[in-house]
């Protein structure tokens, strides 16, 4: 796929049946923070092997903090070559404090994009910029009311992941 390609919202549709995964969050590398686009990564499980990489969108929920529009990865992160597979959410909203350690549930409402081998920090830059203000005006759609509820979030658990890249 080209970097300028649109994002594509017709790949999946998840708004009837949520992908849903939740964990600690643990320290990542540190470098979303530098360049503007923290992130909440999960702790690493064994199940994320089986799960498709890409871009993602939907809601986050902290139970201290609350509920959060959400950008999302899975993945190596190619631009910086991780050796492992890693669930990484950056919540639209300014926090003023960390969350380490808290339990992260994350409600999958969509698909964005494929992960990308930027050759800039720029370029991802950009394309996480353009991520997060489709997924600002997405989320806004009366279609995700229920979830962003964030309801019955043990129940949902059993979903798999329908992206089939
Ligand atoms: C919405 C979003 C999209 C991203 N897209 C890409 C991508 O296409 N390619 C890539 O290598 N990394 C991508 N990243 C991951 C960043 O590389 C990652 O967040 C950054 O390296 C920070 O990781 P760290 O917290 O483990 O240090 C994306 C991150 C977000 C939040």
Do not use: W
Not at 13 to 23: A, C, M, T, V, Y
Not at 42 to 57: H, R
């Amino acid at each position: 796929m080209n970097k300028n390609d649109e994002i594509d919202n017709n790949k999946l549709n998840l708004i009837e049946k949520p992908f849903i995964l939740q964990g600690k969050v643990i320290h990542g590398f540190g470098r979303g923070k530098k360049i503007g686009f923290p992130t909440a990564n999960l702790e690493y499980s064994e199940d994320f092997q089986k799960l498709s990489t890409g871009v993602f969108f939907g809601f986050a929920k902290l139970n201290k903090f609350g509920i959060f529009k959400m950008v999302m990865t899975i993945g190596c992160n190619p631009s910086f070559e991780n050796k492992i597979k890693t669930v990484e959410a950056h919540l639209l909203h300014e926090f003023n404090q960390d969350f380490y350690n808290e339990h992260l549930s994350l409600i999958i409402c969509g698909y964005i994009r494929p992960l990308i081998k930027f050759s800039s920090i720029d370029e991802l830059l950009q394309a996480i910029q353009k991520d997060r203000d489709f997924a600002e005006k997405e989320l806004e759609d009366s279609k995700y009311n229920e979830l962003r509820k964030c309801e019955n979030l043990d129940n949902q658990n059993s979903n798999q992941n329908q992206n089939s890249n």
